[in-house]
């Protein structure tokens, strides 16, 4: 028998058991770790539902206690006065603050005034739970017709904690289905409420349920749905193990015979080396066969993709902690301002940030699609001014082709001119050419300083703010194929391309 059949007849044996073992211990270990990690994710995913929840219990609670300790309130409960509720206690006071339920208690637990509105905002009479003293002094959950609903209560004090508690003020908000539901899709799930917890198998789905009890002791679930991302890994991995331990085995038998396989086996080891440690400016060479040389191809084409995609990546987190960081900042100011003049009307522009802050994650995941279509320019200015305490004219339209991202745009120059250049009117001049839709962006503000207008439009200069409003744009106009430039002290000129 010569050697080789030798080695073949031995060889075949041991490779194929060396195979069926790994295969059988992959399976286990990957399944094991696939359910850990399931369990993981399910964990992360309650807990945050349940941190939400908390978080509307607490604005309650706040909304409540701002009431409580009100004096105008105080003075209330002892003299029944019709003129507090007839201020401050009408319809668009629930609507506004989304609050469905207020009941006044005096120090004997007699109701001075109740209200409660429906899911539909319409008036009922108030619920007999709501009156149990056992609620007094308490927050939480309380279920109304299978619906939870958030509940909390204060004592009526004072302001400055003077004299004894002149009652209980109670509060509820109706917890819809659309928000329910909307915060499950912010954590990637289908979210309803269940009044029990039940035994589901679903192909490709995850199931599971977070258990809530309300201040009276009731039980009810967040039932919480969502695909299997770890699925099809499982099986991919699987299935990328069982290949590699074919094709180990495979190796160590015909290496065994045949030395030429070691440039085989060179190239797959020199291969799993770059890839392991790879970056995604790096490329790799395979010289050889016409599959080495495919295969680097084919490595370095999805290198040069993961680049692409950590660059849009950067540039879209940059517009988001751009655009937020001023969110963040007028809301904040706005809040400080309401603490000292108490004036309802620093709510409602806090609420307009809070606004802008929505549209603008809107736009940056309509960015990620990178959606092109028409836009009136126009258009697109006269809304944004809406949101801005600033005059703007706008003279001449025309359409673009663009994204969402053309909001941003033209919303960081306005900023900038606000923030940095104290505009208050802003001059908007559209034209069309035969080829081209020129912008000319002008404002009565300070404008740019000598040394502003030579850096302005690079990526980590500014001279108060965060150093990428300019230079988000530069890059939204080059991604349009169009320009910006600086054209004296005030004035920013847009060129945009005409598309068929």
């Avoid at 006071?93 to 509105?117: C, H, P, Q, R, W």
């Avoid at 099809?232 to 069982?242: A, C, D, E, R, V």
């Amino acid at each position: 028998m010569k050697i080789r059949e030798y080695v073949l007849l031995i060889g075949l044996p041991l490779a194929l058991a060396l195979f069926l073992s790994l295969t059988y211990i992959e399976m286990n270990m990957t399944k094991g770790a696939v359910e850990t990690s399931l369990k993981l994710m399910v964990d992360q995913k309650e807990q945050a539902f349940n941190k939400m929840l908390e978080i509307l219990v607490r604005d309650l609670e706040i909304f409540c206690r701002d009431w409580a300790i009100w004096d105008d309130t105080y003075e209330f409960i002892s003299n029944r006065n019709e003129r507090y509720i007839e201020s401050n206690l009408g319809f668009n006071t629930f609507l506004n603050a989304k609050i469905n339920l207020m009941v006044f208690l005096d120090k004997k637990g007699e109701i001075v005034f109740s209200k409660f509105y429906d899911s539909e905002w319409n008036e009922k009479d108030i619920p007999p739970v709501f009156l149990s003293q056992e609620l007094l002094g308490r927050s939480g959950y309380l279920l109304l017709n299978g619906s939870p609903l958030l509940f909390t209560s204060e004592q009526i004090k004072r302001s400055d904690g003077s004299g004894e508690p002149n009652g209980y003020l109670l509060v509820g908000r109706i917890i819809s289905y659309e928000e329910i539901e909307e915060f499950g899709k912010i954590l990637g799930v289908k979210a309803e409420i269940v009044p029990f917890e039940g035994e589901e198998v679903i192909d490709g789905k995850v199931v599971s349920y977070l258990g809530l009890e309300d201040l009276l002791g009731n039980k009810f679930f967040v039932r919480m749905e969502q695909e299997n991302p770890l699925k099809s890994f499982y099986l991919n991995s699987l299935l990328t193990s069982i290949g590699s331990f074919g094709l180990l085995s495979f190796a160590v038998l015909v290496v065994s015979v045949l030395i030429v396989d070691r440039g085989i086996v060179s190239k797959i080891m020199k291969l799993e080396e770059f890839t392991r440690k790879a970056n995604p400016k790096d490329r790799i060479e395979l010289s050889g066969s016409e599959e080495f040389v495919n295969l680097a191809k084919g490595v370095n084409s999805m290198l040069e993709r993961i680049e692409k995609d950590e660059e849009e990546l950067r540039f879209l987190l940059k517009i988001l902690r751009h655009d937020l960081l001023n969110v963040f900042t007028g809301i904040k100011g706005y809040l400080e301002l309401y603490k000292s003049e108490n004036d309802p009307i620093f709510l409602e522009k806090a609420e307009k940030y809070i606004d802008r802050g929505v549209n603008v994650i809107k736009v940056v995941k309509q960015l990620e699609a990178g959606e092109m279509r028409e836009f009136e320019i126009r258009k697109v200015v006269e809304e944004l001014s809406k949101m801005y305490a600033v005059e703007v004219e706008v003279k001449g339209d025309a359409k673009v082709i663009a994204d969402d991202g053309i909001y941003t745009v033209f919303g960081n120059l306005i900023e900038n001119a606000i923030e940095h250049g104290k505009a208050t009117k802003i001059f908007v001049e559209i034209e069309k050419s035969a080829d081209r839709v020129t912008v000319r962006f002008s404002d009565n503000g300070s404008g740019f300083t000598e040394n502003a207008r030579n850096k302005a439009f690079k990526e980590s200069y500014s001279e108060k703010g965060s150093g990428l409003g300019l230079f988000i744009v530069k890059k939204l106009m080059e991604k349009y194929g169009g320009t910006v430039e600086l054209q004296g002290k005030n004035t920013l000129v847009l060129s945009f391309p005409l598309r068929g």
